[in-house]
């Protein structure tokens, strides 16, 4: 008997929508190689009272998931956010220099956790998964001239606990322990690209 030629499957990929305006998701998201649009979310990313950084996170990032899915239905979602968590307490970004310059006072010699949450959906096929890479940091202890000669060179201020750690930021840390390299900058591209082969895209 002659063997049947294996169909080929020719239904176009969906398309891929970075729920987020963030310079350093969208650069992490573009290493994949994958095609895709930017969508702000249009989040209230105001904590909830007594919200563990962790959960508020993966609140955020599930809302700003089913936010854009909402309007792209058909299209295959990434929610993300992330939040420094010292001792428990969320720290945010700090929006300017001398919210900035106090966020890392605090953080001087401590250890604190970033918490960076990722959300996948697709409206039209109930997909969702959503997960939370937890990233911990050792800061060494710093002193007021170093702090503000990072905070001069950088202006982080748009980056939870003012940490850039892809720039200048590494220099204020003495360790980082975690299973996902990437999760640290904004995005853990590991686990992104396990729930995008499960939403049905080919990654690479």
């Known amino acids: 008997m002659t063997p049947q030629p294996t169909a080929i499957d020719t239904t176009p990929p969906r398309p891929l929508i970075l729920g987020s305006t963030s310079t350093y998701r969208h650069a992490l998201l573009s ?33 700003k998931a089913a936010s854009v899915a909402r309007r792209h239905p058909q299209a ?51 997909f969702e998964q959503s997960a939370v890479a937890a990233v ?20 982080p201020y748009d980056c939870a606990g003012s940490a850039k750690s892809e720039g200048l930021g590494i220099a204020l840390l003495e360790q980082i322990d975690n299973d996902d390299p990437t999760a640290l900058i904004g995005l853990p591209l590991i686990r992104t690209c396990q729930m995008l082969r499960a939403a049905g895209l080919s990654v690479p």
Request: aromatic share 4%.
């Open 136 to 155: 911990r940091v050792v800061f060494r202890h710093l002193s007021a001239d170093e702090i503000e000669r990072y905070l001069i060179a950088e202006q």
């Open 31 to 63: 290493r994949l190689g994958l095609p895709f649009q930017t969508v702000s979310p249009e989040v209230d990313e105001t904590p909830l009272p007594n919200e563990a950084p962790a959960d508020m996170a993966l609140r955020l990032a599930r809302e």
């Open 76 to 126: 295959i979602v990434i929610g993300s956010d992330q939040v420094a968590d010292l001792r428990g307490e969320p720290l945010g970004k700090p929006g300017n220099h001398e919210r900035a310059r106090a966020q890392l006072a605090r953080m001087s010699g401590q250890t604190v956790v970033f918490q960076t949450a990722l959300s996948v959906h697709c409206l039209e096929t109930g």
